[in-house]
């Protein structure tokens, strides 16, 4: 059975620093790894999609890599901002079935 | 293009009633999802479509229906509703074969 798992749940960093969030998964058998954020109170809204066949995406400050031989995926987050604050999902797809880490939340400190 | 859309936002129901809550997407996405989230649990993926007239069972399938007719929307029945069903339910579309997921605004329902 797969098993995504995040850690650390929390993290408080101040302003401006570069940091790393990451998720691992019990089986390397994945069709792709999407990192998702969620604001309190609101849906999740997609940052990356990594395919299988893939290592890492960008988009803007953000950087995902997937090592699918470790099971691990992690996201990097450049110059960091209070705007940043939210929670952090990682979600793997096999089979048709999706199954989500429990998340890390995020603190920014101005 | 409105994307995935969820009614109601919010919903009270009493023990032992039912209701359905409302998904649709004007994506054309094959592959649509309910998951629902609950403190400490994260999301939890409840039944599942790849497409019109196919459905299959998530991790918590138990206490909900759900059918697929077109494929814009995806319905949840909650038949018989219990105080463990409080939760946040999400709705979620995508291309099928390992596309971007999509998430509506979720719906926030309560079982007294």
């Known amino acids: 059975k797969q098993e995504v798992t995040q850690i650390p749940a929390a993290l408080s960093v101040p302003e401006g620093e570069n940091l790393v969030l990451n998720c691992s998964f019990t089986d390397s058998a994945i069709y792709n790894l999407q990192w998702f954020r969620q604001d309190p109170g609101k849906g999740l809204t997609s940052l990356l999609l990594?395919?299988?066949?893939?290592r890492e995406q960008t988009s803007g400050r953000l950087n995902a890599s997937l090592d699918k031989s470790s099971g691990r995926s992690t996201l990097y987050i450049a110059a960091s901002q209070p705007g940043d604050s939210a929670t952090y999902l990682c979600a793997v797809d096999r089979d048709d079935k999706i199954i989500f880490g429990k998340g890390t939340r995020l603190h920014i400190l101005p | 293009n409105a994307g995935v859309t969820q009614t109601p936002k919010f919903q009270v129901l009493k023990t032992g009633q039912s209701m359905t809550l409302q998904c649709a997407q004007d994506?054309?996405?094959?592959?649509m999802s309910w998951y629902r989230q609950d403190p400490g649990m994260g999301l939890r993926l409840i039944h599942y479509s790849v497409g019109a007239g196919i459905t299959d069972q998530g991790e918590v399938p138990n206490g909900y229906n759900v059918s697929r007719s077109t494929t814009e929307d995806f319905p949840l029945r909650l038949l018989s509703a219990a105080p463990s069903q409080t939760s946040v339910y999400f709705c979620a579309s995508s291309y099928f074969g390992s596309g971007e997921q999509f998430f509506g605004p979720g719906t926030r329902l309560t079982v007294l």
């Open positions: 994506m054309n996405h094959e592959y």
């Open positions: 990594i395919q299988s066949s893939q």
